[in-house]
């Protein structure tokens, strides 16, 4: 036996002539903010007005990026620019900060009570690259010396 399958379920209706009810509701929601204005103002004024309101009605009823409507972008954008945000912390200016080191297995650096770091100019020297692809692994110089004595 067989069905059909639905196909396009993600196209919305059209029922107002070539306009979805999304479409429509943003011309109709621009023509009630323009209708007041028409009977206030002048006809160069009113047209002053009305060209951006129906520029935006336009732009929220037709415009899509990445297949969103324009309003959920714009929704989205003032969620991520009205949140808090986390911020990772970076070395900067080439300083050294000092590691501090504890436990068993580092007893040999507890005597200084802390361990410098390594720049990432000397971790750059250490691995090969080419392409940003790293080759080789640089070796640990916490298990070389560890090793080593």
Do not use: C
């Amino acid at each position: 036996m067989r069905f059909q399958v639905p196909q396009f379920v993600d196209i919305e209706d059209r029922i107002i002539g070539p306009l979805t009810l999304k479409m429509f509701g943003y011309y109709a929601v621009a023509g009630m903010l323009l209708f007041p204005l028409y009977v206030l103002l002048d006809l160069s004024a009113f047209i002053t007005v009305a060209l951006p309101v129906l520029g935006f009605a336009a732009l929220f009823a037709h415009v899509k990026i990445h297949g969103q409507s324009l309003v959920r972008v714009v929704w989205y954008a003032v969620i991520y620019y009205t949140s808090p945000h986390i911020y990772l912390w970076q070395r900067g200016g080439g300083q050294e900060f000092p590691l501090l080191v504890r436990g068993e297995e580092f007893a040999e650096w507890q005597e200084n009570g802390a361990l410098a770091a390594p720049s990432l100019d000397v971790i750059a020297e250490q691995l090969n690259t080419h392409g940003n692809v790293s080759v080789d692994d640089a070796p640990d110089p916490m298990l070389e010396d560890a090793v080593g004595t």
